[in-house]
């Protein structure tokens, strides 16, 4: 079965600097990669999302992500964090043979300090 | 304004006593779905429903039931609820899944339910 493991539960950074968030998952066919958002008290937003093509993808909120096949890696980053930015994100994956199943890594809180 | 939306946003209520969270989408969406949120997690999915009358179970089905009369609601009902589903509720909604194709699922508010 398929799994996505976000290894940062928490992660704090101050505003303006640059954020990253890992995303691994396992699964032997190629998948289809997304980032959600999560503001607190609110649903998910979509950040961006993976398909095919260029490996680089960009999303809202000035966020890309790279997908890496050979680390099974799909990265989340922001060069300058918003305090607007504190919330909790969550990659997913989403296989082509299984129609719109998506499986979600557990997520990552991040905390933007002044 | 194309949404999903979901009612109630916030229960409290007591094992064994039945209850049914409304999920209603307006973008005439084919696939719906119902996930649970719990702390380090994620979301799991618990039922979905590929078009009217059409349903099968996700990750983690037990305890909950579901039905899709119409194109627009996907109701999740909990019979007869225990404390271990207190949880926050997510429905969403997406266009509906081609061949071989993964669509872009929009999500609604969620309802956090606590069973006492």
């Known amino acids: 079965a398929q799994s996505v493991t976000q290894p940062d539960i928490h992660i704090t950074v101050s505003e303006g600097a640059s954020l990253e968030l890992r995303c691994n998952y396992s699964?032997?066919?190629?998948?289809?990669l997304f980032w959600y958002v999560q503001s607190p008290g609110q649903g998910l937003q979509l950040l961006l999302k993976?398909?095919?093509?260029?490996?680089l993808v960009q999303g809202i909120k000035g966020f890309e992500a790279e997908f890496k096949r050979s680390q099974s890696s799909f990265n989340l980053r922001k060069p300058s964090v918003h305090w607007s930015d504190a919330a909790e994100y969550f990659c997913?994956?989403?296989?082509?043979?299984?129609?719109?199943?998506?499986?979600f890594g557990g997520g990552t809180r991040v905390l933007v300090k002044p | 304004e194309a949404q999903v939306t979901q009612n109630p946003r916030y229960l409290i209520t007591v094992t064994g006593k039945k209850l049914t969270v409304t999920c209603s989408q307006n973008?005439?969406?084919?696939?719906m779905s119902w996930y649970r949120q719990d702390p380090g997690l994620g979301l799991r999915q618990i039922y979905y429903?590929?078009?009217?009358?059409?349903?099968d179970k996700g990750d983690v089905p037990e305890g909950y039931k579901v039905s899709r009369k119409e194109k627009r609601n996907f109701p999740l009902i909990l019979e007869s609820p225990s404390p271990n589903q207190t949880s926050l509720y997510f429905c969403?909604?997406?266009?509906?899944?081609?061949?071989?194709?993964?669509?872009?699922?929009?999500f609604g508010p969620g309802t956090r339910l606590t069973v006492l």
């Open positions: 699964y032997g066919a190629t998948p289809y």
């Open positions: 993976y398909f095919s093509g260029d490996t």
């Open positions: 969403a909604s997406s266009i509906g899944a081609k061949r071989g194709m993964t669509d872009t699922q929009y």
């Open positions: 973008m005439n969406h084919e696939y």
């Open positions: 997913a994956v989403g296989l082509k043979a299984a129609g719109n199943k998506l499986t």
């Open positions: 429903s590929m078009n009217v009358e059409v349903t």
